[in-house]
């Protein structure tokens, strides 16, 4: 009889959403199957179906930035389920609190809101039994923050670092030099084996983009 190999502590599902196509994360603790999505923009009937595919037990919501796209309907979905968010850091409370303005622009549903728990730097984010680490990481807003789970080497990181390109920052209060020194100073010492989960497109790997992102390699950098 063959041995299982072991379950990972952590598993993630991305749920693109919304017509910007934003990359929202289900991920859970495997020995509680207890679990949280990470940027809920909108789409709400496909993420519940995905929890429910995967039958995880949301346990709350955290949240990287305050974009429409990435929480716009966090509130609706948190009380869907009576659960709380987490995130961002308080300097996006510009954009929390005016998602039903800017939903109108985009042609997105948005929700203002209050998290229950402003995140920063140092902070830890609990979903089962995994522990994820807090980084203020602002640029492409100010109050970004990148969740990262040490044990598996994966970060979440919103739209900081994509694979190809790096955050815009021409949005209200983005600051370029900013978010470069943000990839540079938090992400890269995370380790370049760890994988990472954008806001949007596929996902990648630190070295990946140490090696060829031509915002970020180490080559561009060095110029």
């Not at 995370?190 to 996902?203: E, K, N, R, S, V």
């Amino acid at each position: 009889m063959t041995a299982q190999p072991p379950q990972p502590p952590l598993r993630a599902t991305i749920i693109p959403v919304t017509p910007l196509q934003q990359n929202c994360t289900l991920l859970w603790c495997t020995a509680t199957m207890r679990g949280a999505f990470v940027d809920p923009g909108g789409d709400l009937p496909k993420l519940l179906a995905a929890a429910a595919q995967h039958k995880v037990t949301v346990e709350k919501i955290i949240l990287t930035h305050g974009h429409i796209d990435h929480c716009g309907e966090a509130k609706p979905l948190a009380e869907q389920l009576g659960v709380g968010i987490e995130g961002p850091h308080e300097e996006d409370r510009f954009l929390t609190s005016t998602l039903s303005e800017s939903g109108a622009q985009y042609g997105i549903t948005g929700v203002n809101f209050e998290p229950d728990r402003w995140l920063v730097e140092g902070d830890t984010v609990t979903v089962g039994n995994l522990v994820l680490d807090v980084y203020e990481t602002p640029g492409h807003t100010p109050g970004h923050v990148v969740f990262h789970h040490a044990p598996s080497k994966l970060a979440l990181v919103g739209d900081v670092l994509f694979a190809g390109s790096v955050g815009r920052t021409d949005f209200p209060r983005g600051n370029h030099p900013q978010l470069l020194d943000s990839i540079v100073t938090k992400l890269w010492p995370l380790g370049d084996d760890t994988t990472f989960i954008p806001g949007h497109g596929p996902a990648s790997s630190f070295a990946h983009e140490r090696r060829t992102n031509m915002f970020v390699s180490d080559a561009a950098l060095a110029a």
